[in-house]
């Protein structure tokens, strides 16, 4: 028996009454058919809807063969009639983002030929595969027609039509169709084969915004947000926004600005640190003999503060320089470095990785990497190992 499919219903149903027409466990949830449901199970890149089922959660909702299974946190006795209540915000959207991306999917393909070979609607945003490569400045446009599109406000129809009929239409879809096939027309946008739900009218999509694009497979993956998750969005931009401009004291309209003179003064900051560690490097050297080796332990050293410290030892002895410096991770990043004659510090990079759990290597005259352990110890194996 299939089920009856109220979820295409339009205005949404929020509250129903259905006949439990099976009921089994499946773990630790309750795979629940019933004779009519207005839940929309997941398929075609929309997740299905949520809600509460005769007091249990409806935690899931699929099809298979005709049958819609909704999975609940709590069995329910079969033969019994409950009521279903659907999380119509959630509805509202899931339509958005379906109905957005139809519109904004039958303008790039209007535009530019560009098929949808990928559609999915996630927690944050959408995401839409095209075939065929989309500038920055394409992408703007094709958007910008979009909404104008919703700002238009036009009806969204969605019509099953016979094989027959479908020969005389021209729409999009993704495969070959058998039997009566649901098509989705947005009068001046798209025109598709489509099981999913969406809203009426295109205003009720409200906006559509591209957030992120990247090339993906000879095309192009697009980021997309529409309705009530543009909104959140650009509040949560707005909300960062604010606390960078309090951090820096920016004013409106100046959070640019103040980031780049920011920027600036952070580099001469930098540039000011490296020469007082390279001041500090040569002091610390001048205590070093030549032939001498010199191994070191000092705070704060990232990987190019250690390799500094190594070649200030260098100019000063021939033997081995080692430098090391604690990371926030607890290990303790190092670098040797040794300009003696045929000098190949790669073994012994080996031997005290072995011996400390660290990672690392270079090349014969300089190496760099990370290890386990106290410097104390770190520093009496080194001084075994020169000795032996």
Same mark, same amino acid.
């Given at each position: 028996?299939?089920?009856?499919?109220?979820?295409?219903?339009?205005?949404?149903?929020?509250?129903?009454?259905?006949?439990?027409?099976?009921?089994?466990?499946?773990?630790?949830?309750?795979?629940? %058919?019933?004779?009519?449901?207005?839940?929309?199970?997941?398929?075609?890149?929309?997740?299905?809807?949520?809600?509460?089922?005769?007091? =249990?959660? @409806?935690?899931?909702?699929?099809?298979?063969?005709?049958?819609?299974?909704?999975?609940?946190?709590?069995?329910? &006795?079969?033969?019994?009639?409950?009521?279903?209540?659907?999380?119509?915000?959630?509805?509202?959207?899931?339509?958005?983002?379906?109905?957005?991306?139809?519109?904004?999917?039958?303008?790039?393909?209007?535009?530019?030929? &560009?098929?949808?070979?990928?559609?999915?609607?996630?927690?944050?945003?959408?995401?839409?595969?095209?075939?065929?490569?989309?500038?920055? *400045?394409?992408?703007?446009?094709?958007?910008?027609?979009?909404?104008?599109?919703?700002?238009?406000? @036009?009806?969204?129809?969605?019509?099953?039509?016979?094989?027959?009929?479908?020969?005389?239409?021209?729409?999009?879809?993704?495969?070959?169709?058998?039997?009566?096939?649901?098509?989705? %027309?947005?009068?001046?946008?798209?025109?598709?084969?489509?099981?999913?739900?969406?809203?009426?009218?295109?205003?009720? @999509?409200?906006?559509?915004?591209?957030?992120?694009?990247?090339?993906?497979?000879?095309? @192009?993956?697009?980021?997309?947000?529409?309705?009530?998750?543009?909104?959140?969005?650009?509040?949560?931009?707005?909300?960062? =926004?604010?606390?960078?401009?309090?951090?820096?004291?920016?004013?409106?309209?100046?959070?640019?600005?103040?980031?780049?003179?920011?920027?600036?003064?952070?580099?001469?900051?930098?540039?000011?640190?490296?020469?007082?560690?390279?001041?500090?490097?040569?002091?610390?050297?001048?205590?070093?003999?030549?032939?001498?080796?010199?191994?070191?332990?000092?705070?704060?050293?990232?990987?190019?503060?250690?390799?500094?410290?190594?070649? =200030?030892?260098?100019?000063?002895?021939?033997?081995?320089?080692?430098?090391?410096?604690?990371? *926030?991770?607890?290990?303790?990043?190092? &670098?040797?470095?040794?300009?003696?004659?045929?000098?190949?510090?790669?073994?012994?990079?080996?031997?005290?990785?072995?011996?400390?759990?660290?990672?690392?290597?270079?090349?014969?005259?300089?190496?760099?990497?990370?290890?386990?352990?106290?410097?104390?110890?770190?520093?009496?194996?080194?001084?075994?190992?020169?000795?032996?």
């Amino acid at each position: 028996m299939q089920t009856e499919a109220l979820y295409y219903t339009q205005p949404p149903v929020g509250e129903f009454t259905a006949r439990v027409l099976s009921c089994e466990a499946a773990g630790e949830t309750w795979a629940v %058919t019933l004779d009519r449901t207005a839940f929309y199970p997941e398929g075609g890149g929309q997740p299905a809807d949520r809600g509460t089922l005769g007091g =249990a959660k @409806v935690l899931d909702v699929h099809e298979k063969g005709g049958e819609v299974v909704h999975s609940l946190s709590a069995p329910l &006795a079969v033969g019994e009639t409950v009521t279903g209540r659907v999380d119509l915000a959630r509805r509202l959207e899931m339509s958005q983002q379906h109905t957005g991306e139809h519109i904004l999917s039958g303008m790039l393909h209007a535009m530019f030929g &560009a098929e949808n070979v990928g559609f999915h609607i996630g927690q944050e945003f959408l995401t839409m595969d095209t075939s065929v490569p989309i500038s920055d *400045e394409e992408l703007a446009e094709a958007e910008a027609r979009a909404n104008r599109v919703i700002w238009q406000d @036009v009806p969204v129809e969605a019509i099953w039509h016979t094989r027959e009929e479908l020969a005389g239409l021209t729409y999009r879809s993704k495969k070959e169709l058998e039997g009566p096939v649901r098509i989705v %027309t947005v009068p001046g946008a798209d025109c598709c084969a489509c099981c999913g739900t969406h809203v009426e009218r295109t205003g009720q @999509v409200g906006m559509i915004k591209i957030i992120d694009w990247q090339n993906y497979k000879g095309g @192009v993956r697009l980021f997309v947000v529409c309705g009530v998750r543009a909104l959140w969005y650009f509040e949560a931009q707005r909300a960062e =926004a604010a606390a960078i401009r309090a951090i820096l004291s920016a004013k409106p309209g100046q959070l640019a600005r103040a980031v780049q003179h920011q920027s600036v003064e952070l580099e001469a900051a930098r540039y000011r640190a490296v020469q007082a560690e390279n001041e500090l490097f040569a002091a610390l050297a001048e205590s070093v003999q030549p032939d001498e080796a010199a191994i070191l332990l000092r705070p704060n050293l990232g990987p190019d503060g250690l390799r500094r410290l190594c070649a =200030a030892l260098s100019e000063r002895t021939d033997g081995l320089c080692a430098a090391f410096s604690p990371t *926030e991770t607890g290990t303790l990043a190092y &670098a040797l470095a040794c300009t003696g004659p045929g000098a190949d510090l790669r073994g012994l990079c080996k031997q005290l990785n072995q011996a400390f759990s660290g990672r690392g290597g270079g090349k014969p005259g300089f190496v760099q990497g990370s290890l386990t352990g106290e410097f104390e110890e770190v520093q009496a194996f080194l001084r075994d190992a020169l000795q032996a």
